[in-house]
């Protein structure tokens, strides 16, 4: 049987029996990798999810865009039109980190949202920089307290971030919302990593807790490092006239190039 696109009541109805899996994904190559693999979702930019190509390229992938928190302002109505346009376009949920308020008027349009507790990057100055949360009983109560807000708010589900694995599993145990964790651990309801760090194209800091799975920054650099060779022995031909050759010019017949050197001399 062909692989169908999940809806959130398959998602919800699965909640305990299956793992999700979730990547961030930044190119139309790795949508299609992402597509090909059997990953179940994917975190997407709103840009590429208004694109008309997506759903040819991943018709069976739970979409979910997620609008930077500081790219418009923190208006309701602002990300009320942004959703609606993102579900018109073929997303299954959109992720939000705005206000419990913002979220509760969309959900009120029965949009699906996907809030954010743990680790949350753009609040992260609250909790002590980028670090785990959680560790301690009241830090883990402020997780739990923040998923209940989004319940009543009426998200569908929040990512979980960088919290101990044997929180996230307490608290799925005590909420209906669908937890990706990223880097929260097996309890949650989907592990969620980002591709390059799965790729290991990411050049810069990695998450303690992405695992990777290719080496992608060498490949780039053998392949950058076969661009220079090859411009480099371009160099030399042209410099010591080993290009252009006869291979690679047409020529004029001789006849044809008699009557031209005439026609200059006039």
Not at 9 to 23: F, I, L
Not at 173 to 201: E, I, K, N, P
Request: glycine residues 8%; charged residues 20%.
């Amino acid at each position: 049987m062909a692989k169908k696109r999940p809806t959130v009541q398959d998602v919800r109805a699965n909640k305990g029996k299956y793992q999700y899996t979730m990547m961030r994904v930044e190119s139309w190559d790795e949508l299609a990798a992402a597509e090909a693999a059997g990953i179940d979702m994917v975190s997407v930019s709103p840009d590429m999810m208004a694109d008309k190509q997506f759903r040819q390229v991943a018709p069976t992938l739970f979409a979910i865009p997620g609008m930077a928190l500081y790219s418009a302002p923190a208006i309701t109505d602002d990300y009320l039109r942004w959703a609606f346009r993102m579900m018109e376009a073929g997303a299954d949920a959109v992720y939000c980190a705005a206000s419990f308020q913002t979220v509760e008027r969309m959900a009120a349009e029965s949009i699906p949202v996907i809030g954010h507790v743990g680790l949350i990057p753009h609040f992260c100055t609250w909790t002590g920089g980028f670090k785990a949360v959680g560790k301690t009983a009241e830090s883990a109560m402020q997780v739990h307290e923040r998923c209940k807000r989004y319940e009543q708010a009426g998200a569908f589900g929040v990512e979980i971030e960088v919290v101990p694995p044997e929180v996230t599993a307490e608290i799925s145990r005590h909420t209906s919302l669908f937890l990706v964790s990223m880097g929260g651990g097996a309890g949650g309801d989907c592990q969620y990593l980002f591709a390059c760090d799965v790729l290991g194209s990411n050049t810069g800091h990695v998450p303690r807790h992405s695992k990777k799975y290719a080496d992608l920054a060498a490949e780039y650099a053998r392949l950058q490092q076969i661009r220079v060779n090859a411009f480099k022995a371009f160099v030399s031909d042209v410099q010591t006239g080993a290009y252009p050759s006869e291979d690679y010019l047409v020529k004029a017949p001789a006849a044809e190039m008699a009557a031209f050197r005439a026609k200059l001399k006039g």
